[in-house]
T-cell receptor
Framework: DSGVTQTPKHLITATGQRVTLRCSPR?????VYWYQQSLDQGLQFLIQ???????AKGNILERFSAQQFPDLHSELNLSSLELGDSALYFC?????????????FGQGTRLTVV | SQQGEEDPQALSIQEGENATMNCSYK?????LQWYRQNSGRGLVHLIL?????REKHSGRLRVTLDTSKKSSSLLITASRAADTASYFC???????????FGQGTTLQVKP
């Protein structure tokens, strides 16, 4: 158990809908990262927050948004969903702001858009 | 970019053999990290090696770092079927926030 909790584990929704994925980082970790992993795209970095503020942005679509709350949990919002958004979405957390300390991953949310 | 490039893309060996995979990068780094991912699961941190270290061991894992060649290697000795997974490298070069992974090396260990 990495200590990072992601909910829900599975999500099936229709095209055009909006979903929210939730991540609770390990106790004491200030950084949260979001990743999308699909079969043909590998592990794509979406966005990172550190202590409530956006720290780095990757290949995140405009239809996607995220935030980190004062209690350090984070949510990833996906809207106007398309079939191609079907993927595993991972959250990771680390103590430091990025790349210089080990990251701990959750078990992911498997999103299926039908 | 902070993406490491793993090589080979795929590796298939027999149980008991050693597996070596490599990672190359393009910038100066503070550290380099290796992760493992079992199919459909989250990544698991294996080892972090700092730029002033040349070699590091953890159980059956040995990681080397050559900053002059901007490369690292991960050696798994006496492999087991349970080592079957994808292996990724990534690194920290500054407090930029990004933690980016390459396509990884897919290792298959046959019993």
């Amino acid at each position: 158990d990495s200590g990072v909790t992601q909910t829900p584990k599975h999500l099936i929704t229709a095209t055009g809908q909006r979903v929210t994925l939730r991540c609770s980082p390990r106790s004491g970790d200030l950084s949260v990262y979001w990743y999308q992993q699909s079969l043909d795209q590998g592990l794509q970095f979406l966005i990172q927050y550190y202590n409530g503020e956006e720290r780095a942005k990757g290949n995140i679509l405009e239809r996607f948004s995220a935030q980190q709350f004062p209690d350090l949990h984070s949510e990833l919002n996906l809207s106007s969903l398309e079939l191609g958004d079907s993927a595993l979405y991972f959250c990771a957390s680390s103590v430091g702001p990025g790349g210089n300390t080990e990251a701990f991953f959750g078990q992911g949310t498997r999103l299926t858009v039908v | 970019s902070q993406q490491g490039e793993e090589d080979p893309q795929a590796l298939s060996i027999q149980e008991g053999e050693n597996a070596t995979m490599n990672c190359s990068y393009k910038t100066s780094i503070n550290n380099l990290q290796w992760y493992r991912q079992n199919s459909g699961r989250g990544l698991v941190h294996l080892i972090l090696i700092r730029s002033n270290e040349r070699e590091k061991h953890s159980g059956r894992l040995r990681v080397t770092l050559d900053t002059s060649k901007k490369s690292s290697s991960l050696l798994i000795t006496a492999s087991r079927a349970a080592d079957t997974a994808s292996y990724f490298c990534t690194y920290g070069s500054s407090n930029t926030g990004k933690l980016i992974f390459g396509q990884g090396t897919t290792l298959q260990v046959k019993p």
